[in-house]
């Protein structure tokens, strides 16, 4: 499809109103829908389309948005430290999540070797409240009768 259609010119007195038809119209188009490399001061001259390239390079770019153009060559550059980057920080999660579990196992370790130990001194205690004392040898000179007791059962006299 055409980007313009200007009116057919026929001769006579006609013509000029036509050609004159014709040529606002293709005034209208330069005005309305033309992308000026010299734009008068004041006069709108932005893009209201994607400009498609067709794969083609745009030369000689200054700056897009503020940044130098010929920065941009780096980008893959940043990208890909940027990757590793994060590679690196995910890395150190899972190390600091193992950590954290190693710590975990080892308060569950100390938890159970200070129930252990309150265990021991349970034990102790009732040692001590038979006469043992702490001792490792039970004193039998402290025995005023013939009674036997058997270590295996502490709570029972035959």
Not at 113 to 124: C, P
């Amino acid at each position: 499809m055409a980007k313009i259609t200007l009116p057919s010119i026929a001769s006579g007195y006609a013509t000029v109103t036509q050609l004159n038809t014709a040529l606002d119209q293709i005034e209208a188009e330069f005005n309305n829908k033309v992308l000026y490399r010299n734009n008068p001061t004041g006069e709108p001259n932005q893009l209201e389309n994607d400009l498609d390239m067709n794969s083609k390079n745009i030369n000689n770019i200054g700056n897009i948005n503020g940044i130098a153009a010929s920065g941009l060559s780096d980008l893959s550059t940043y990208a890909t430290a940027a990757a590793n980057s994060a590679i690196a920080s995910a890395a150190s999660a899972a190390d600091s999540a193992s950590s954290a579990n190693d710590s975990l196992i080892s308060a569950n370790n100390s938890a159970n070797s200070a129930i252990s130990s309150s265990d021991s001194a349970a034990t102790a205690a009732i040692y001590a409240s038979m006469g043992l004392g702490g001792a490792s040898v039970f004193d039998f000179g402290s025995i005023a009768d013939t009674t036997i007791i058997f270590p295996t059962d502490w709570g029972t006299v035959v």
